[in-house]
């Protein structure tokens, strides 16, 4: 088997801007994957064009081979465009040796590690009010979706209309946020608090230490990923799990962050680190140091499949992100989105990822560019997104 053809497509899926990789094989099996970020769409679709004549005439069995002649024969690596569009390749080649060999991708990573994924959803809201009923509806499926037994939120979003960040202004609304939030819900259903790495190490702290009462189940990048030492801090002034790692892009990114043992979770996006076979890499190497993953994961269907497919298989996988258990959504280029039951993900039985791919309406819809945060300090000075 040959590849004949490396097709991107930079589209839009779900009212949003989207990547989509298409590999086509002389055996007539076609695969898919996904490079979205929605912060450098343009740069993720040039890698793609970039990285195919590495991939044009090769085995597209020989996946291992083709992630390493796509990165290393290159002489710049790493960085989010490259961690993108290896993750697309590298779902797209998955996707065709499930189908040329008849069977999910999570049967070819060893089969099921579990037979069902925890997953977690999100709330937002602009008053503790809200977003506390908000996450009474999620826990209970009170919106026609699944009930769910983890809520992520970050109690910021009237400061974000307000392209506004104050460490102290976001400090105190985040306990008054998690407060709320706690007493809708009770002990049963465990909380993720959001911190978009906006805080400086010692606000950070302190955010830590007025939380403690509420039992988070992880504080989520507390802090700015580019120094993972920084982390070294946190970790030493607080007793509650940290995670962090989406906006890391491969094996290398993570290596610090798991020798330093700076946090209890590690959350590789399928989408952005290099996909399948690298979150399979990055999963031993915290499997080493007792650290488990919470995968990240804003992606449409494409994107969900293959991290769902890698968390089947992943032993040390606790849970997933799952926007899609907020409700109803429209699947447009692809689809479906997985079967979720009482809070848990089923297994996707169709060969490959499990998904389709609509390429006449990839074709037909539209890139559209979207409205980058510009957030600002009290004094007018840049803030982190």
Not at 218 to 230: F, L, M, V
Not at 276 to 286: P, R
Not at 340 to 353: F, N, T
């Amino acid at each position: 088997m040959q590849i004949t053809a490396v097709v991107p497509y930079l589209t839009s899926d779900r009212n949003s801007n989207a990547v989509f990789l298409k590999i086509e094989t002389d055996a007539g099996i076609t695969g898919y994957g996904e490079a979205t970020n929605h912060f450098l769409p343009h740069a993720c679709y040039g890698m793609l064009q970039d990285l195919a004549p590495y991939l044009i005439g090769e085995d597209p069995q020989r996946i291992e081979y083709l992630w390493q002649a796509c990165y290393r024969r290159r002489f710049y690596r790493g960085g989010p465009a490259t961690g993108a569009a290896l993750a697309a390749i590298d779902m797209a080649l998955w996707d065709i040796k499930g189908k040329a060999l008849g069977v999910p991708v999570y049967q070819l990573l060893g089969g099921l590690a579990r037979t069902k994924v925890r997953l977690y959803g999100h709330v937002t809201g602009m008053s503790a009010e809200e977003i506390a009923a908000q996450a009474r509806q999620r826990a209970e499926g009170a919106t026609g979706s699944s009930p769910i037994t983890c809520i992520r939120f970050r109690g910021f979003h009237d400061y974000d209309a307000q392209n506004l960040h104050d460490h102290r202004l976001a400090v105190e609304q985040q306990v008054e946020y998690i407060a709320a939030i706690r007493e809708a819900v009770g002990d049963e259903v465990d909380i993720l608090l959001e911190c978009h790495g906006r805080y400086d190490p010692e606000w950070a702290v302190e955010l830590a230490r007025r939380v403690e009462p509420y039992r988070p189940f992880a504080i989520e990048d507390p802090i700015r990923h580019e120094n993972p030492q920084a982390l070294a801090y946190v970790r030493a002034h607080t007793p509650l799990p940290l995670a962090t790692g989406e906006r890391l892009h491969d094996k290398w990114d993570f290596r610090e962050l798991i020798v330093g043992q700076y946090v209890n979770y590690l959350r590789p996006d399928i989408c952005h680190c290099g996909g399948i076979s690298e979150m399979v890499k990055i999963a031993a190497m915290g499997e080493a140091f007792y650290q488990n993953l919470i995968p990240h994961n804003n992606a449409g269907p494409l994107g969900t499949a293959a991290t769902l497919h890698a968390s089947l298989a992943i032993p040390n996988v606790v849970m997933m992100e799952a926007p899609f258990v907020n409700g109803p959504r429209d699947t447009d280029v692809v689809g479906p989105f997985p079967e979720v039951v009482d809070g848990y993900a089923l297994p996707l039985e169709e060969p490959g990822l499990g998904v389709t791919f609509d390429e006449a309406l990839a074709e037909s819809k539209p890139f559209r560019p979207t409205e980058q945060p510009r957030l600002v300090g009290l004094d007018g000075s840049v803030r982190d997104f």
